[in-house]
């Protein structure tokens, strides 16, 4: 999971970009880096470890002039988080000059290693699948030109090759030097991508192309649509719009996560608002509530905050039972799952809520979280709730078990991770300290998040089902992705 974000304006685009990954911190911060183009091809480029605001200075500002560019805040799943070398974006000077930032996890990591080094005589210096990408994309570019002068059909027929030769999930922008902007997304869709535009003041046409919908709507920018799986969108200097669909038989099936968990509520993704379908996850976790819980067993109704707010409100309404705030939040300390490392976790969670006494003494809570992953998190939670005075805690999550790893641009590498891997419900509350737990169920994820948007028929819930809906996930690579992992 990254935020990335591109944009072609008539006007330096520097403090738009910066601005955008402001808004898309929430999706990572191990890194952040942003590139522009002037118009005659020069590339500036920056990336350092770190949050947005505490990595980018004034003076990098003023280096990172052009009328394109793109920006991403990185969350490592590929690589390793605490080296520079691997933020994004990667550069390849060969053909024109190509900088590329990607949102997502690529599957056949080590088919196309051999093959970049083998039969594409391409070196790597990373073990990034970033790097691997924006090889894949220049190796592809360099075959289809036919002449001096590069056009959209030559950048289109590259990207139809790339979706031949590259797995897994990825939604990417591309600046290529001289020639503009180019976004695609996988035939599936996995990671969102979404294209706006608007018009400056003399009339001309600026697009952006960003994760999460909040980013176009901050910056003035009219949604313009979802880029479609497959689709490569390609926005010339002028800022003429090419699009053409590449994969052979693209289906749209988006990651279930990021309406759990990773998106910010006031986006729209695929048609499907976050909020929206984050207050109907409540609605039906409520009745699974009713049905596993003792009469009685809950004096109040407390979220986790702040993604499970709304799974609360909706499950305190249905059940008829006091909604209240018992933690609050620190909003200076980042997402506790997206920090790498056990360690950070667990005591960035104290750090990050405190719980406030008077919520808690002598009463049955129920608590409501999105989800639960390695169970480091809740478990701290729940102690935070007793050591307040809590008579019986009981936790539940909007989410079903996180049971299988999820490869798709998630850090859930290590089935062995994940509390609910090997445990029954039971088994789960014992590990946790609650005195009783209850799991979103499969189907009414599925359904909650569907009801938003009768165009999308299917969703990736591989981290709940294990079903991988590339097809190309075998228990073989789960086994290879697990062993890399721990070594």
């Given at each position: ?18 601005d ?30 770190g ?8 003076r990098?500002?003023?280096s990172?002039?052009?009328?394109i ?8 799943t590929?690589g390793?988080a605490?080296s ?31 093959e ?15 790097e ?11 075959a289809?030109i ?6 959209p059909?030559q950048?289109?027929?590259a ?21 503009g ?10 990671r ?11 009339g001309?046409a ?32 002028d800022g003429t ?11 749209l ?22 909020y929206e379908?984050?207050?109907r ?14 009469a ?19 499950v ?11 933690f609050y939040?620190?909003?200076?300390v ?5 920090m ?60 079903p ?8 641009g ?28 209850v799991?979103q ?5 599925k359904?909650?998040i569907?009801?938003?948007a ?10 709940f089902?294990?079903r ?14 697990e062993?890399?992992?721990?070594s």
């Amino acid at each position: 999971m990254c935020g990335i974000v591109g944009v072609v304006g008539q006007g330096n685009v520097n403090q738009e970009i910066y601005d955008s990954l402001l808004l898309l911190q929430h999706r990572g911060q191990d890194s952040t880096g942003i590139a522009t183009a002037e118009r005659s091809g020069v590339f500036h480029l920056f990336k350092a470890k770190g949050q947005v605001r505490e990595a980018v200075r004034t003076r990098d500002m003023r280096s990172l002039l052009g009328t394109i560019g793109l920006g991403h805040v990185r969350y490592a799943t590929k690589g390793t988080a605490s080296s520079e070398e691997e933020a994004q974006p990667f550069y390849v000077n060969a053909p024109y000059g190509i900088v590329l930032v990607h949102n997502g996890n690529l599957t056949n990591t080590r088919e196309l290693t051999e093959e970049l080094f083998s039969k594409d005589r391409r070196h790597l210096n990373t073990s990034s699948d970033t790097e691997l990408l924006v090889n894949v994309l220049a190796n592809e570019l360099q075959a289809s030109i036919s002449g001096l002068e590069l056009d959209p059909a030559q950048v289109f027929q590259a990207v139809s090759r790339v979706h031949e030769r590259v797995e897994g999930s990825y939604a990417a922008i591309a600046l290529i030097a001289g020639y503009g902007l180019l976004a695609f997304r996988d035939p599936f869709g996995i990671r969102p991508l979404i294209l706006g535009t608007r018009r400056n003041e003399d009339g001309h046409a600026e697009w952006t192309v960003a994760s999460e919908s909040l980013v176009l709507e901050n910056g003035g920018f009219e949604v313009v649509r979802d880029v479609d799986p497959g689709e490569a969108v390609f926005i010339d200097l002028d800022g003429t719009l090419h699009t053409q669909q590449c994969a052979a038989s693209p289906t749209l099936v988006p990651c279930s996560f990021e309406y759990v968990y990773l998106a910010r509520p006031d986006s729209i993704m695929n048609g499907i608002s976050v909020y929206e379908a984050r207050l109907r996850m409540g609605e039906r976790l409520a009745d699974t509530i009713a049905k596993y819980t003792p009469a009685g067993a809950i004096d109040v109704v407390m979220p986790i905050p702040d993604s499970a707010r709304p799974a609360a409100m909706q499950v305190a309404r249905k059940l008829g039972i006091e909604y209240r705030e018992g933690f609050y939040k620190n909003r200076y300390v980042g997402r506790t799952f997206i920090m790498p490392g056990q360690a950070v976790r667990k005591k960035s969670v104290r750090q990050k809520l405190n719980a406030m006494s008077s919520e808690f003494k002598g009463k049955n809570v129920l608590l409501i979280d999105d989800s639960i992953v390695r169970g480091t998190t809740s478990k701290e939670i729940i102690q935070m709730a007793r050591d307040a005075g809590a008579k019986s805690v009981t936790f539940a999550s909007a989410a079903p078990p996180v049971r299988f790893p999820h490869v798709y641009g998630i850090n859930m590498p290590s089935r062995h991770e994940l509390v609910a891997y090997g445990r029954t419900i039971p088994e789960i509350a014992a590990e946790l300290g609650a005195d009783y737990m209850v799991y979103q169920e499969i189907d009414d994820l599925k359904a909650a998040i569907l009801e938003g948007a009768p165009g999308v028929e299917d969703l990736d819930m591989s981290c709940f089902d294990g079903r991988y809906v590339t097809g190309t996930v075998t228990e073989e690579y789960l086994a290879w992705v697990e062993g890399s992992q721990e070594s």
